[in-house]
Each structure stands twice: as C-alpha cells, then as structure tokens.
C-alpha cells in the first residue's frame, strides 16, 4: 500500500480481501513498509480494498489466483476530501428525527469511526495484538462521592481480546441488561463488532454532540434506542478528534431497565491509537448498581444501596507487523506463581 502522490508506504491500512460479490473474506493490516499478506482457501477471482482515516478509501480492480505462486497487488492511496457530496437516507432512521444539515456532519464523522472500529475488531479477531490487562471492582455509595472498597490485580496472562462483548443479535434479542434482581442480573456493554452490526445501526438513533469538557476538537456521536425498543438498551455518545478524526471514548448509559428506580448505571470503553495504525481498549468499564428492599406499607419497595464498577486497563505487549516471510505462529503462557 503506497502514498499516491509520495510512493511511501503507508502502514496500518485496513486491507480486505473481497470475493466476487464484495464481501470481505479476509483482512488484515499493513505493516511499516505497507505490505500486507493473505493466505487464500482455494482459488478465485477477488478484489481488495483499502480503507485508514484521513485516506480515500481505494478498491482495486479484480484479479484472479488460478495457482499456488504468490500473488502480488499494488494499492495507491490518496488523501481524503473532507467535503460530502451527497446524502444516503437509510429506511432504518424513519423513527429518528434529523434535519438534512446534521444528517451530513454525522455521515461524515461515522465514516471515520466506522473505519477506526473496524481496525478494532480485524486486530482483535485475528489476533494480531497481544495486551496485558490489569482488573479492578470498586465500590460506591449511592450518591458516587465516596468510594466504599477498592481492589484491582494485574494478571500475567495476555489476550489477543480483552475486551469482547456478546453477540450484535443476541443482545438485539434480550437486551444488554438481562436477568432479575432476585436471581442473576447481567450487564452488557458494546464492543466494536457491536457497534458496527447492522442490527445495532437499526435499532438507535444518531446525532451531533457538544463535548461539555471545554475541549473544542472533540466532537461527539450520540446515540439512543429507537422509539419502538421494549428491552433494557443503552444510550451514549462516541467521542471522535475532530483534528484528527482518531477515535477516543464511548460513554453510556442503560435505559428502559423496567421497575428498577432510576441511577447512574452505565460504563466507558477508552481507545488507543497505536503506531502500526491498531486500535485497542485501553481503559474500560461497567457501572452497575446495587439494590436493597425496603418496607413500605404493605409493600416492599427497591432502595439503591451504592454502585459497583468492575473494569480493566489494557498495555500492549505487541503490535501487529506482520512477517512476511515466516507463517509461525506466536504463542503465549498463563500461570500462577505461588509463594
């Protein structure tokens, strides 16, 4: 993948391997000379496409693999216009409110998101980046000014994926706040494969924020359920660079949580940037509250008693350039020390 104008190599481009009819097979990175590599199934005819923020996403035209001799492609990239031309109207947004000025801004801004959390999830998925993660619980009062106990650890273990979430469809299906206060109660929050579903994309609506930070290059992706959403959702805002377009953080909160009282449950998903163009979560976690009953009468009424967060930070051990010329695989240990 190289520069159009310069012919430097353009390192951590999103690079997709499309079949005949455009779907992605496979993806990838380019390391810091701007090669990529793919080892192919069978044979066929494909096409690629490359895609990184501030670049005008570029597909190739289409090529045929008929042997085992590798195969070569050049892609040549070129900055991209910050100008929208036109506005594409979705049927899914019919219950979502916006006027054609915002609609554009938006456009613009989740075309750069969109980009940054499908780097996301390619290097999650492929495991391309290793991390070691810290966890922490801490607990709160109800007011959340003064926290009640705090305990973290740092594990010796590394994942290729710290932060998952469930699947788009099923918290489409049950929400991402399942269960019931007397049992088991679960709390969900977005990934970037979520957040990137289709089915994520139909049941919210978008629209333009202000950072209340007092940082004017933050601009803010709001979102909350549709109007005709009967399960416990989530609403919040993707903060992007404006200066940039590098994604930042996601903030949320739940909604529609049934007969629980209202409170400040909801979480954070904090994002790095990192040379070799990989996006990680860098910080995150979920705020969930926590009940007690009260008599009232002849009744018993829920009393919020305080609120437990539970998250992790994540470090790199390793960034994705890939080896060209050795297909081994990298391996990892967990363990326990005892003394």
């Not at 008929?66 to 036109?86: D, M």
């Not at 409110?97 to 959390?117: C, F, K, N, P, Y």
Request: a negative charge; charged letters at 25%; proline letters at 4%.
């Amino acid at each position: 993948v190289l520069d159009a104008t310069t012919s430097a190599p353009l390192s951590g481009v999103l690079v997709s391997l499309l079949d005949l009819r455009g779907e992605r097979v496979r993806a990838t990175l380019s390391d810091e000379a701007g090669r990529f590599y793919f080892g192919l199934d069978g044979f066929g005819r494909y096409s690629l496409r490359a895609e990184r923020i501030g670049l005008e996403p570029t597909t190739s035209a289409s090529f045929d693999v008929l042997s085992t001799n590798p195969h070569f492609e050049r892609l040549l990239v070129g900055a991209r216009a910050v100008e929208i031309a036109g506005l594409v109207v979705d049927s899914r947004v019919q219950q979502c409110r916006l006027d054609s000025g915002e609609a554009i801004q938006i456009q613009r801004w989740w075309r750069d998101v969109w980009t940054a959390l499908d780097v996301s999830s390619v290097v999650q998925s492929s495991g391309l980046v290793q991390f070691e993660i810290g966890r922490f619980q801490r607990e709160w009062d109800a007011p959340l000014d003064r926290i009640v106990a705090d305990v973290s650890r740092a594990e010796v273990s590394v994942s290729a994926r710290p932060f998952a979430s469930a699947e788009a469809r099923f918290l489409s299906e049950g929400g991402f706040v399942q269960g019931d206060l007397a049992g088991q109660r679960e709390y969900y929050a977005p990934d970037a494969e979520v957040l990137l579903s289709s089915t994520f994309l139909a049941q919210h609506c978008f629209s333009l924020a202000k950072s209340d930070s007092g940082d004017p290059a933050l601009v803010g992706l709001a979102f909350e359920p549709t109007r005709d959403r009967d399960v416990p959702d989530i609403r919040g805002t993707i903060w992007v660079d404006s200066t940039t377009a590098e994604l930042r953080t996601l903030d949320f909160r739940y909604t529609s949580l049934g007969d629980v009282p209202e409170n400040e449950a909801g979480g954070s998903v904090s994002f790095e940037y990192l040379p070799s163009g990989a996006w990680i979560v860098s910080h995150w976690y979920i705020r969930m509250p926590r009940f007690g009953q009260r008599q009232r009468r002849n009744r018993m009424d829920l009393v919020l008693l305080g609120y437990v967060d539970v998250g992790g930070e994540v470090s790199p051990l390793a960034t994705g350039a890939i080896s060209m010329e050795s297909n081994a695989v990298q391996g990892a240990i967990r363990g326990v020390v005892w003394d």
